[in-house]
């Protein structure tokens, strides 16, 4: 795979990026039950709603928020997915009155609990987490398959499986780990406390801490200047630095020298370059 990243076959895989035939119908024009869904200025905002349920993830919400981001991947006019949920919770876990009935052979060969939040990490385009109030179980693995996760000041994450005898599903053993560490990855687990938006940022799951009820216009501030920029180039650079979560540095390294060469097949590279040597601001095309 390395070998190939700068072969014709790469180069034709970030123009397609911005290429992709859209959905017939718009994530914005389709009728969901759980969530709410948004396009502006170049942003798709997928809010879960499911307030009397303080957004507990049961599997129809969980279908929808795939379906949505995988909508807005395919979508030319959304360069930045952001999910959210309300001002009073993100998503307090999953739904355990609908998974507590699960059979061993449901959960493993009819459902596959726990495989969306990978559907969710594999969209090409940054996916940032706006959390206010709780992220727990379920909550915490989707916030923590996004991109960049901007937390209120009352943001809380935790992953308290164990306290109702499993354990996490969607990545809060893996993800966790290479977020935090080990040592605070297993006493989370293990204990299944909740750690505060001040300690999450300080060990690194969260990427900054903002005012009680301005995590969504803080997110929306930093969509705004990444949704600025190539959306094939921000995709390479975002796949460069999830390569470096599994690989080794030679490898990794090579991986991102092969994604620079391969960019100089782009408009937006000459367009980029010649707008800083004119001292002007660049014009992209996403392609």
Not at 151 to 172: C, H, K, M, R, Y
Not at 221 to 227: F, L, P, R, S, Y
Not at 259 to 268: G, I, K, P, W, Y
């Given at each position: 795979m390395l070998r190939t990243l700068c072969t014709h076959a790469r180069r034709v895989y970030y123009r397609s990026l911005c290429e992709s035939a859209s959905s017939p119908l718009p994530v914005t024009s389709r009728q969901f039950e759980n969530i709410l869904a948004s396009n502006d200025e170049r942003i798709g905002v997928i809010a879960i709603h499911r307030p009397r349920q303080m957004n507990a993830l049961n599997e129809e919400t969980i279908s929808e928020i795939v379906e949505a981001a995988e909508g807005f991947e395919n979508d030319p006019t959304v360069n930045v997915i952001i999910v959210t949920g309300s001002e009073r919770v993100f998503a307090a876990g999953n739904d355990i009155e609908e998974m507590a009935s699960h059979s061993f052979h449901a959960a493993r060969f009819r459902r596959?609990?726990?495989?969306?939040?990978?559907?969710?990490?594999?969209?090409?385009?940054?996916?940032?987490?706006?959390?206010?109030?709780?992220?727990?179980?379920?909550?915490?693995?989707?916030?923590?398959?996004?991109?960049?996760?901007?937390?209120?000041?009352?943001?809380?994450?935790?992953?308290?499986?164990?306290?109702?005898?499993?354990?996490?599903?969607?990545?809060?053993?893996?993800?966790?780990?290479r977020a935090v560490g080990k040592a605070k990855a297993m006493e989370l687990v293990l204990t299944?406390?909740?750690?505060?938006?001040?300690?999450?940022?300080?060990?690194?799951?969260?990427?900054?801490?903002?005012?009680?009820?301005?995590?969504?216009?803080?997110?929306?501030?930093?969509?705004?200047?990444?949704?600025?920029?190539?959306?094939?180039?921000?995709?390479?650079?975002?796949?460069?630095?999830?390569?470096?979560?599994?690989?080794?540095?030679?490898?990794?390294?090579?991986?991102?020298?092969?994604?620079?060469?391969?960019?100089?097949?782009?408009?937006?590279?000459?367009?980029?370059?010649?707008?800083?040597?004119?001292?002007?601001?660049?014009?992209?095309?996403?392609?």
């Open positions: 596959d609990i726990g495989s969306w939040t990978d559907r969710i990490s594999a969209i090409k385009k940054p996916i940032i987490a706006a959390v206010s109030g709780f992220a727990l179980g379920g909550g915490c693995e989707l916030a923590m398959a996004a991109d960049i996760v901007i937390a209120g000041e009352d943001a809380q994450f935790g992953q308290p499986e164990v306290q109702i005898g499993t354990l996490p599903s969607a990545g809060g053993t893996q993800r966790l780990v299944g406390r909740k750690m505060n938006a001040e300690e999450a940022e300080s060990v690194g799951l969260v990427t900054r801490v903002a005012r009680k009820g301005e995590a969504l216009k803080e997110a929306k501030d930093v969509a705004a200047v990444i949704a600025r920029h190539s959306l094939p180039i921000v995709a390479a650079a975002k796949e460069c630095v999830n390569v470096a979560f599994e690989s080794t540095l030679s490898q990794g390294l090579r991986f991102e020298k092969r994604a620079f060469q391969s960019t100089f097949a782009l408009d937006d590279q000459k367009e980029g370059m010649k707008a800083f040597i004119d001292q002007r601001k660049p014009s992209f095309k996403n392609r």
